[in-house]
């Protein structure tokens, strides 16, 4: 059987995103190893199950204009939660921007909102039905 483990997303800086990703979107940060010259292996992500996001560092030109467009102009990324009132309230005070007002559809509530890159994403809490 075979499953997604991680998912690369570039930042700036890796300390920034750890703080983003677990204080916005309550994440977890799963590891953080030091790889020499000033690298690090950092993965965020559910302890329990998903994919987790390792966070690399973009060090390159091509690298650094593809922070927060790493999807173009499109949803790259999608988080399921429990409480989605208080994920959003904490996401916004960690500086992530809606697109868009809440709204519901038939798989749960919904809202697209960007990263403090601009990466962009579907938070939803999936219907009763969905979980």
């Known amino acids: 059987m075979s499953h997604v483990a991680l998912v690369n997303v ?7 995103a750890i703080a983003f990703y677990t204080g916005a979107f309550g994440l977890r ?5 030091p790889q020499g010259g000033g690298k690090r292996w950092v993965v965020v992500g559910s302890p329990d199950d998903g994919a987790g996001l390792r966070l690399a560092l973009a060090t390159r030109q091509a690298q650094r ?50 990263d403090l890159y601009g990466n962009r994403w579907d938070v939803i809490e999936p219907a009763p039905d969905e979980r």
């Not at 940060?29 to 190893?33: G, P, Y």
């Not at 999608?78 to 005070?93: I, K, N, W, Y």
């Open 29 to 33: 940060l799963l590891e953080d190893s």
């Open 65 to 114: 204009a593809r922070v927060g467009n790493q999807a173009g102009d499109g949803v790259g990324f999608f988080l399921h939660v429990e409480d989605f009132d208080a994920t959003l309230e904490r996401a916004l005070a960690h500086g992530a921007v809606a697109t868009e007002e809440p709204r519901q559809e038939p798989h749960g509530r919904v809202i697209i909102l960007e």
């Open 10 to 16: 570039l930042v700036r800086d890796y300390d920034e």
